[in-house]
């Protein structure tokens, strides 16, 4: 049956080719009828990525926009130690030390941040210095009030909550559980114990959830092609940035916690009642955690008023934005978005800082293929999709 079938089709495109010679799709040069082959469009810049800044000497990761506009990043040393601003103001170029120049010393290596829905700006130091690994007693939460310019309080990461391979790296404050709010905080790990850290702020007590479990841990056999090159997951012999629970991101109404492993593409939420509530369970907690399926290979998120979730996609360069339903759109994409990293949220437009992390010498055999300079981007964003 199959041979007839086959001398059949092979009969009628003959016929076809002798009687109808106008069928043709090509002209004699074999090029699309604009003279050029076609091409991925997702190669292309979507042309709303617009370069602000730009840092030869130390590199932007955490990002965070203050109620009055006032655009923070922060410079972490756990990579390249750097003498210039651990935390500063960026404006026009220029970098200004925040809260203020004194302070500076107080910071070891500022990570993760954001501004609470008081406008209280919050910093994660992860307390890693590069060349010296984990300093005791570094990794901790700074509270600071924008308007006064000043430290108000600091509350050290303590074990058993914190353990001696983690790595915290971003955070969420939620200021409708607990007397004073409550602190979410990925710890990647530096290893594969990652999970995430519950802090109350009112007393300081801390929690590890969901350890180890498949919410908050790299994906085994995961592949990810990152600057044209393929790499899958090893952890013990990482050839990429790989890591557990990484971007983190709060709902606007501050009832829902997202966050999505580095070496993974899914996307996972869980209830901020249940992830506050002391009182419960690790089986009840594993029981509220929702797989929010696949989006890209992520590290920063963002949330919008309007309940849009904004992630960065590292491996296609590019920003997605999820709507409320669940439908995910690309928003951006730039081939110089070389692993965006950190996102901010303001009046329908983002900031990214770009990262190239998966670009370390740990992943090239001891080859940095870093190019500098690091790169701070504004990227304009469409009109939220009608529901």
């Known amino acids: 049956m199959k041979m007839r079938l086959a001398l059949y089709a092979l009969m009628t495109s003959a016929a076809l080719a002798v009687s109808s010679p106008a069928l043709s799709w090509a002209d004699e040069s074999g090029l699309a009828p604009d003279g050029g082959d076609s091409v991925d469009q997702g190669y292309a810049p979507s042309g709303n990525v617009e370069i602000i800044g730009r840092f030869h000497e130390a590199q932007p990761s955490g990002i965070a926009i203050l109620s009055d506009h006032r655009l923070v990043l922060g410079f972490p040393r756990s990579l390249h130690d750097h003498d210039g601003p651990r935390l500063a103001l960026f404006d026009h170029g220029k970098l200004t030390p925040f809260p203020d120049a004194q302070s500076q010393g107080r910071f070891v290596s500022p990570l993760g941040m954001t501004v609470d829905s008081s406008g209280q700006l919050w910093v994660l130091d992860e307390g890693i210095l590069a060349d010296k690994g984990t300093v005791p007693g570094a990794a901790r939460l700074i509270h600071i009030d924008p308007a006064s310019a000043r430290i108000i309080e600091e509350i050290p990461l303590t074990a058993p909550a914190l353990r001696s391979d983690s790595h915290p790296n971003d955070l969420r404050i939620d200021l409708t559980h607990g ?23 009112a007393t300081g007590t801390q929690r ?180």
């Open 179 to 201: 007397d004073r709010g409550t602190a979410f905080i990925t710890d990647s790990s530096l290893t594969v114990h990652p999970a995430l850290i519950v802090v109350d702020i």
């Open 208 to 387: 590890r959830l969901l350890a180890d479990t498949e919410p908050v841990m790299p994906r085994h056999g995961f592949l990810a092609v990152l600057d044209g090159q393929a790499s899958r997951y090893d952890p013990e012999h990482p050839t990429m940035a790989q890591a557990g629970a990484n971007g983190i991101g709060l709902s606007a109404d501050q009832q829902t916690l997202f966050w999505q492993p580095l070496t993974s593409r899914e996307l996972y939420s869980a209830p901020t009642a249940v992830l506050a509530d002391p009182k419960a369970s690790e089986t009840e907690i594993e029981f509220s955690v929702k797989d929010e399926g696949e989006a890209g290979m992520g590290d920063g998120m963002a949330t919008a008023p309007d309940g849009r979730l904004f992630l960065t996609d590292i491996e296609r360069h590019g920003i997605l934005a999820r709507a409320p339903d669940g439908r995910i759109s690309v928003i951006a994409h730039d081939p110089r978005l070389i692993a965006p990293d950190g996102l901010a949220y303001s009046d329908n437009v983002l900031y990214a800082t770009i990262g190239q992390w998966s670009r370390q010498p740990a992943f090239h055999g001891g080859v940095d293929k870093e190019q500098g300079p690091w790169l701070l981007v504004r990227i304009g964003l469409p009109a939220a999709p009608a529901p």
